[in-house]
């Protein structure tokens, strides 16, 4: 059975760092875009990070360029999204997904309007206070 299933989310004051995991089960991603993304209260889900497996590239939302970081574990069955110098307007439900993309769609991975989230785990709560 395909799983995603976030960790790390919690409260922490504007300028502080979390570091958000995800362990994903069921089949190998070894060539997937796997994405973080984010949905608060009355607004629109947005695509906060994605990385392809099979080479890494990646793409990162204007907002959180310089601040957030995604990466994969060495076995490609874990995601993270280290977040530094959080603001009050990262608040939201962030979310672990990941789409199938051969390697010669790979670019279509970090360029934004192309994710349909096929998989996605349950999220985890990302509270900034100022």
């Known amino acids: 059975q395909d799983q995603l299933v976030e960790s790390g989310g919690g409260s922490v004051q504007a300028g502080g760092s979390l570091r958000l995991s995800c362990a994903a089960s069921g089949r190998t991603y070894g060539s997937y875009c796997m994405y973080w993304f984010r949905q608060a209260p009355g607004k629109e889900r947005e695509a906060v990070a994605a990385?392809?497996?099979?080479?890494?590239?990646?793409y990162y939302v204007d907002s959180v360029k310089g601040r957030f970081t995604i990466s994969q574990g060495n076995a490609k069955n874990t995601l993270y999204l280290q977040m530094n110098s959080l603001k009050p307007e990262d608040t939201a439900m962030y979310y672990c997904?990941?789409?199938?993309?051969?390697?010669?769609?790979?670019?279509?991975?970090?360029?934004?309007?192309?994710?349909?989230?096929?998989?996605r785990g349950q999220g985890t709560q990302v509270t900034v206070s100022s």
């Open positions: 990385i392809y497996t099979g080479g890494g590239r990646t």
């Open positions: 997904a990941a789409d199938y993309f051969s390697p010669s769609e790979r670019d279509r991975c970090v360029t934004p309007g192309n994710a349909q989230y096929t998989y």
